[in-house]
T-cell receptor
Framework: GGIITQTPKFLIGQEGQKLTLKCQQN?????MYWYRQDSGKGLRLIYYSITENDLQKGDLSEGYDASREKKSSFSLTVTSAQKNEMAVFLC????????????FGPGTRLTVL | GEQVEQLPSILRVQEGSSASINCTYENSASNYFPWYKQEPGENPKLIID?????ERKQTQGLIVLLDKKAKRFSLHITDTQPGDSAMYFCAASATSSGQKLVFGQGTILKVYL
């Protein structure tokens, strides 16, 4: 088995601030993902990466940057936090293949004041 | 891009009865359809999936059906228990779209005594 850790668990930012979320996995998975989940809603893909240094845009990439520094880690940057924004950011990983099970981390809850 | 519609958004059923959640997709090339369960405060976890070479799959009180002609798939939970109360997400992916899963909006299932 493996585990995905996300830091921080809670993130409070100010409007316009640049904020970075981190994700680590020890599954040795090639592919990692960042999703945004708004309260009571589905998951929307922000960015994903199929290997170290690779980056692919999802449907919600505007306003975000991402970086796959090494195979085990994938970070997400909110380039300019929006006032009153509240969401949970979920990191996931999987082996290569569109039909591979994705394993999710516990999430980072973002609140922007 | 692919869109996945999921209904209903909220489902209340009495303990012991069955619950059904329906999803439709647009991309006829979609060939993998997982279902994820997310309990309050937890991360989503895969509970069952079906590939396009099957029409029906069953495991431990869960049944998934796939109608490729209608581009529709569904999850049926038989003999619901309070522990089944959670958010459920359907998703779809196509080999041609690489690693991307597109999620439905989610269904909150509440099982009452």
């Amino acid at each position: 088995g493996g585990i995905i850790t996300q830091t921080p668990k809670f993130l409070i930012g100010q409007e316009g601030q640049k904020l970075t979320l981190k994700c680590q996995q020890n599954f040795n998975h090639d592919t990692m993902y960042w999703y945004r989940q708004d309260s009571g809603k589905g998951l929307r893909l922000i960015y994903y990466s199929i290997t170290e240094n690779d980056l692919q845009k999802g449907d919600l990439s505007e306003g975000y940057d991402a970086s796959r520094e090494k195979k085990s880690s994938f970070s997400l940057t909110v380039t300019s936090a929006q006032k009153n924004e509240m969401a949970v950011f979920l990191c996931a990983s999987s082996i290569t293949g569109g039909d591979a099970e994705q394993f999710f981390g516990p999430g980072t809850r973002l609140t922007v004041l | 891009g692919e869109q996945v519609e999921q209904l209903p958004s909220i489902l209340r059923v009495q303990e012991g009865s069955s619950a059904s959640i329906n999803c439709t997709y647009e991309n006829s090339a979609s060939n993998y359809f997982p279902w994820y369960k997310q309990e309050p405060g937890e991360n989503p976890k895969l509970i069952i999936d079906i590939r396009s070479n099957m029409e029906r799959k069953q495991t431990q009180g869960l049944i998934v059906l796939l109608d490729k002609k209608a581009k529709r798939f569904s999850l049926h939970i038989t003999d619901t228990q309070p522990g089944d109360s959670a958010m459920y997400f359907c998703a779809a992916s196509a080999t041609s779209s690489g690693q991307k899963l597109v999620f439905g909006q989610g269904t909150i299932l509440k099982v009452y005594l």
